[in-house]
């Protein structure tokens, strides 16, 4: 039993699930739903359609090249099994998927940083100019009156210790 | 030739009725049916004369169609001739075809008589009473045809079902005494599935089967049982057995039970013999004694050994053998066609043909250079096989030997042989997934040390603090400042909505000054959410500093006419009266209003019908949360 890749979307196909289509050329291409068998009919370029894997991978939104992805790769030479050998890919592959997974969204995370900057002024700029929306000026300069009057006040009692 | 002795495609004679139909419903179908009698005469003529030549072409077509399949005594192979003759009888079979042929010629009249009848057809009356005298005739020509057709649709059923005997290939032919043995024998050495039952003329027609002999392949025929008396005498079935040994150049193998056990005893098997020996004349013979399990020839009375005697005197093997038991069919079968090869070679040879065959025939041999033996190499693994096979060693032990063996213990398990490493590994379980990868994929022998190269790569970057979390710049300020955009955003959309909707109004509007809008205690409540302090404005001026009204005047009217209703008079603006109390003159009608309105109410609460404050939803089922498929995400939510 093995978990296919989808041709169009990339995602898991788990047994009983899916169609396959196979081309006079010998080469198989298998769908996880209806959605990504129309759209191939439709002859639309994966890497074109915006929610695909295979688009973001293209347009540099997800991890692309890394150390951790190479682990996983479709072997065509059957291995005997070795209890010890599957021991230890058992455990390496949980591992693995943990690095993988902190790596994708460090990725994820340092694409959107410029984002949060330009919030950030944007936030700067709206507070400069509109503040006068939720305080207004009137408050302020009762404020300011106020503190003058306690300014005033403090420095009477001074000259009125001196 | 053997494609002209394959009566299988001969077209389906249809009954006279049949017939009938399947010719005028074509015409119905395939010609024009609309005619008015208003149309140019000439177009009406044409119209029924279509029909009539339609017709007639149709019978005429299909006719010589059956005439053409049926196949001409004289052109075929005589042995096929003769045995239509016994099963079908000549003249019959020439009678009925010379019939059809006549009904052909009849039809054929018949239109052409009425055609020319139909060129001077003066009416549409006129020419379709003429169509359908010709139809009628044709078709009575065709009914008169039934016990022909009937005749003729039997024959070409039995014809199709005979067997493909090709009379130029190496046959071999059985015959002899009823329940003798042949179909048994026919049943040994071919895949023949003949039926054999204790009861004379059990088969009743010729079969035959196919063997292979010295990378030839051999026809058998198998031919019901003969009687002995004369030719006239014979009856249908035995007169196929004398057409095939008549006509047939095979090899004939006369069967004889010596055991008696068919009901007839040796001298009459010979006798019969002796009677039909004419037919075996320029053919290899062999006489085969059957049933030597029952009796052996050394068994036999004298006077029977006497007879064989003298048969064998004459130049003809005896050869037994035992159908039953097995013994010695296999050594009639190879002399049987030793006998038949010579004597076809012999032909051969003798005939002009011969040359262009030796032409072909030449087998070299290198020429000796010197005296050294050089015999053909076999391999030491064959020659210990083939001693293997002569012995008859005991075979490996299979699966099924001891499935046999253990009975109800036995279990089938397909993971014994298998050939690992370290083989207490192969009854274990082998995990294949996980978490939607295929384990298999990440099987390497560096695996180990990958990881680990990975792992100090992953120490590497968290040590340069590429995966810290960049909270350092959420200092308050920022944070104030970002509650304080976002307070802003909000104060916009609902400014923003309030005066989409003033605007979207289009009701003729009072200038901004003369509206009543302008609410002082708003007003307060506004600035002080901005921050303002109003506590004590009560000598500010908040509306005009005079008001238009004299409303000292207004105040003084109110105050002594309701007197009730002070309380009210503050919190409610100067001329405002409430809902409840306009249209009321003295609190006792205020109570009646107050108990009439309760006894509206009444019913509508008794009834539980839904009001405006219930819960009310538009749509129980939206199209968007209950249509399509369920695709890629759990099923706890669509």
């Keep these: ?162 | 030739m053997a494609a002209s002795y394959n009566f299988k495609k001969i077209t389906v004679v249809p009954s006279a009725t049949d017939f009938v139909d399947i010719v005028l419903s074509k015409t119905q179908r395939k010609t024009p049916t609309v005619i008015h009698k208003q149309y140019a005469i000439p177009r009406i003529r044409q119209f029924y004369m279509r029909k009539v030549r339609y017709t007639q072409q149709n019978y005429h077509d299909k006719l010589s169609q059956i005439l053409d399949d049926f196949p001409r005594l004289e052109d075929i192979h005589p042995f096929y001739a003769d045995l239509m003759n016994v099963l079908y009888d000549k003249d019959h079979y020439k009678l009925a075809l010379g019939q059809i042929n006549m009904a052909r010629h009849l039809i054929d009249n018949v239109a052409k008589d009425y055609v020319r009848l139909l060129k001077y057809g003066d009416s549409l009356y006129r020419c379709k009473t003429l169509k359908r005298a010709a139809l009628g005739r044709m078709c009575t020509v065709m009914k008169r045809q039934k016990q022909s057709l009937e005749y003729l649709e039997q024959v070409r059923q039995h014809l199709s079902r005979l067997p493909t005997i090709d009379p130029n290939t190496r046959t071999l032919l059985i015959c002899g005494f009823p329940n003798v043995g042949k179909s048994s024998f026919i049943n040994t050495i071919t895949r023949a599935d003949v039926e054999v039952q204790p009861y004379a003329f059990t088969t009743k027609s010729l079969y035959v089967g196919h063997t292979d002999y010295r990378y030839l392949r051999w026809q058998v025929i198998d031919t019901p049982g003969i009687l002995d008396h004369s030719l006239e005498e014979r009856n249908t079935i035995e007169m196929q057995a004398i057409t095939a040994l008549a006509h047939l150049r095979a090899a004939v193998l006369y069967i004889m039970d010596i055991s008696e056990q068919c009901g007839h005893n040796l001298d009459q098997q010979v006798e019969l013999f002796n009677n039909i020996k004419p037919l075996f004349a320029n053919k290899p013979l062999m006489i085969v004694t059957n049933k030597i399990d029952v009796i052996r020839r050394e068994e036999l009375s004298e006077e029977n050994e006497a007879l064989l005697a003298d048969l064998e005197k004459e130049g003809i093997p005896i050869v037994p053998m035992s159908t039953l038991s097995g013994e010695g069919v296999m050594e009639v079968k190879n002399k049987a066609c030793d006998q038949l090869l010579a004597y076809r070679v012999e032909n051969k040879m003798r005939s002009k043909k011969v040359n262009s065959v030796l032409n072909r025939l030449h087998l070299s041999v290198p020429q000796q250079r010197d005296e050294k033996v050089r015999p053909p190499c076999i391999p030491e693994a064959v020659l210990q096989r083939k001693a293997a096979m002569d012995t008859d060693k005991p075979k490996k032990k299979t699966e099924r030997d001891l499935e046999l063996e253990l009975e109800e213990d036995y279990v089938f398990d397909m993971k014994k042989r298998y050939d690992l490493k370290n083989p207490e590994d192969k009854y274990d379980p082998i995990p294949e997934l996980w978490e939607g990868k295929n384990v298999a994929d990440y099987i390497d022998p560096d695996i180990m040390k990958k990881l680990e190269d990975l792992e100090k790569e992953e120490e590497i970057k968290e040590a340069a603090g590429e995966y810290d979390s960049d909270m350092s710049d959420e200092d308050e300020e920022t944070r104030e400042i970002r509650s304080m955009a976002a307070q802003i955003r909000k104060k916009k959309k609902l400014i923003k909505m309030e005066s989409d909707v003033r605007r979207k109004v289009q009701k003729p509007t009072l200038p901004r000054v003369a509206r009543k809008d302008y609410n002082v205690g708003e007003f307060k409540s506004q600035m002080e959410e901005l921050g303002v302090d109003m506590a004590d404005k009560d000598n500010a001026h908040f509306k005009r500093a005079r008001s238009k009204t004299p409303t000292g005047l207004k105040r003084k009217r109110e105050a002594s006419a309701e007197a009730g209703s002070r309380a009210r008079s503050r919190s409610v603006p100067a001329g405002k009266v409430s809902r409840d109390q306009s249209g009321i003159r003295d609190p006792q009608t205020q109570q009646k209003v107050k108990v009439i309105a309760k006894n509206a109410q009444k019913k509508m609460n008794q009834f539980g019908k839904a009001g405006e404050s219930d819960r009310f939803i538009g749509t129980k089922m939206p199209k968007h949360l209950f249509a399509g498929k369920r695709k890629q995400g759990k099923t706890q939510r669509r």
């Design chain 1, 1 to 162: 039993m093995r978990v296919e890749k989808c041709f169009f979307c990339s995602s898991p196909i788990y047994p009983g699930h899916g169609m396959q289509f196979v081309r006079n050329d010998c080469k198989i291409f298998r769908f996880c739903r209806s959605k990504c068998h129309r759209a191939f009919k439709k002859k639309r370029n994966p890497r074109k359609v915006r929610w695909t894997k295979a688009f973001r991978k293209a347009a540099g939104k997800d991890l692309a090249a890394d150390a951790s992805l190479e682990f996983e790769k479709r072997r065509n030479v059957p291995a005997k099994y070795n209890r010890e050998q599957w021991n230890d890919t058992v455990k390496a592959m949980k591992r693995v998927e943990d690095i993988k997974s902190k790596r994708q969204a460090q990725f994820i995370l340092n694409r959107l940083k410029k984002g949060k900057e330009l919030q950030k002024e944007a936030d700067i700029q709206e507070v400069k100019k509109n503040i006068s929306l939720i305080k207004s000026p009137a408050a302020r300069a009762q404020k300011l009156e106020e503190k003058m009057a306690q300014v005033i006040k403090e420095s009477d009692q001074e000259m009125a210790t001196e």
